[in-house]
């Protein structure tokens, strides 16, 4: 569908998006399933949104690599909108290990 139902956010990279809209403008017989992304009317590749309200989408595509829709990871999202970050003990710890099993390969 396209239709004026958004806009972009002048200080950050969010897309705020009206979905009363969308759905009040779905032709009868179709079914509104939700917004994945931006679409640039085969200019570009499609751009899916990397987050959505605070957590990460999982796509789901049929075999015509169709999206169908979207599913959503229950972990948390660190402030940067990657995946929780890891304690500094445990990342330390990390490091240790990797250093002992490149010494052991290097002898």
Same mark, same amino acid.
């Given at each position: 569908?396209?239709?004026?139902?958004?806009?972009? !956010?002048? *200080? !950050?990279? @969010?897309?705020?998006?009206? &979905? &009363?809209?969308?759905?009040? #403008?779905?032709?009868?017989?179709?079914?509104? *399933?939700?917004?994945? #992304?931006?679409?640039?009317?085969?200019?570009? /590749?499609?751009?899916?949104? &990397? @987050?959505?309200?605070? %957590?990460?989408?999982?796509?789901?595509?049929? &075999?015509? /690599? =169709? !999206?169908?829709?979207? =599913?959503?990871?229950?972990?948390?999202?660190? %402030?940067? #909108?990657?995946?929780?970050? *890891?304690?500094?003990?445990?990342?330390?710890? =990390?490091?240790?290990?990797?250093?002992?099993?490149? %010494? %052991? *390969?290097?002898?």
């Amino acid at each position: 569908m396209m239709a004026p139902t958004g806009s972009f !956010c002048s *200080r !950050c990279p @969010t897309v705020i998006i009206d &979905e &009363e809209i969308i759905v009040a #403008g779905v032709k009868p017989g179709f079914k509104y *399933r939700g917004v994945v #992304g931006i679409d640039f009317l085969g200019k570009k /590749e499609p751009a899916f949104f &990397e @987050t959505w309200n605070g %957590r990460k989408p999982f796509y789901i595509f049929d &075999e015509d /690599e =169709q !999206c169908l829709g979207m =599913q959503f990871s229950d972990l948390p999202l660190s %402030r940067s #909108g990657g995946p929780p970050a *890891r304690s500094a003990a445990r990342k330390k710890k =990390q490091r240790r290990r990797m250093a002992n099993q490149s %010494r %052991r *390969r290097n002898r």
